[in-house]
């Protein structure tokens, strides 16, 4: 025996849905402002605009904060080899070979007799 109450309720669901479309189909070609009094429209049409104007705006935003994160990871690439080669070619400069080369082009020379320690008596 079929429950009548379900199928009356499935057939309201089914007028709800297809009056929400309707309606939103209405509202996409205009006709709604036709049958329904304008002031009254008037409001719901201007909310829409001003989240339509904010999705605008926000995407614009998040746009320009992505490109901003771009470049930045851009410079950060850059400084980043700029400081390993800069890291390298200090390290090439405190070689006691590099420095020696360095100082022969000065006309200094390396010292053949080793350092003396000098002490001082206090008194």
């Known amino acids: 025996m079929p429950n009548y109450e379900l199928l009356k309720k499935s057939d309201s669901m089914e007028k709800k849905e297809s009056n929400l479309g309707q309606y939103f189909m209405d509202f996409l070609t205009g006709k709604i402002l036709q049958e329904l009094d304008i002031q009254r429209v008037a409001g719901q049409m201007a909310i829409i605009s001003l989240l339509a104007l904010f999705i605008i705006g926000n995407t614009y935003?998040?746009?320009?904060?992505?490109?901003?994160?771009?470049?930045l990871h851009q410079e950060l690439?850059?400084?980043?080899?700029?400081?390993?080669?800069?890291?390298?070619?200090?390290?090439?400069?405190?070689?006691?070979?590099?420095?020696?080369?360095?100082?022969?082009?000065?006309?200094?020379?390396?010292?053949?007799?080793?350092p003396k320690r000098i002490t001082v008596k206090s008194e």
């Open 77 to 114: 690439k850059e400084l980043k080899y700029l400081h390993t080669a800069t890291k390298e070619r200090l390290l090439n400069i405190k070689k006691l070979s590099s420095l020696e080369q360095q100082l022969k082009e000065r006309g200094l020379k390396t010292s053949t007799t080793l």
């Open 61 to 71: 935003y998040g746009q320009k904060q992505a490109n901003k994160i771009e470049t």
